[in-house]
């Protein structure tokens, strides 16, 4: 069964930058494309980014694009999402997973990172 492991979510102040990180395990994962989702406080759970199995296809949502970056080490297991320019509303709680298909993560889910931007 795969897991992952999402870290790097903190508290910052808006303009500032993070990378979160998802560690995933099992064999196969170079076959995996990869998502980042979020959920906002009394929000449905939303898109932010997605990368195909090499890393050489990517794709935003228009929110973030231009600010966050997704991105992929096969050799670590391990898929990053870089976030700079934070804003207030980036705030929520970040999961990665597996399997997406457009806009839907159809495979497995961590369990979450918190990040909190402040004004």
């Known amino acids: 069964q795969v897991q992952l492991v999402e870290s790097g979510g903190g508290l910052v102040q808006a303009g500032d930058s993070l990378r979160l990180s998802c560690a995933v395990s099992?064999?196969?994962?170079?076959?995996?494309?990869m998502g980042w989702f979020r959920q906002a406080p009394g929000k449905e759970r939303e898109f932010v980014a997605r990368t195909g199995w090499s890393g050489g296809s990517t794709s935003y949502a228009d929110s973030v694009k231009g600010r966050f970056t997704i991105s992929r080490d096969n050799a670590k297991n391990t898929v990053y999402l870089q976030m700079n320019s934070l804003k207030p509303e980036d705030t929520a709680v970040y999961y990665c997973?597996?399997?997406?298909?457009?806009?839907?993560?159809?495979?497995?889910w961590g369990q979450g990172t918190q990040v909190t931007v402040s004004s």
């Open positions: 997973a597996t399997n997406i298909k457009g806009t839907t993560g159809l495979g497995s």
């Open positions: 099992g064999r196969t994962f170079s076959t995996y494309n």
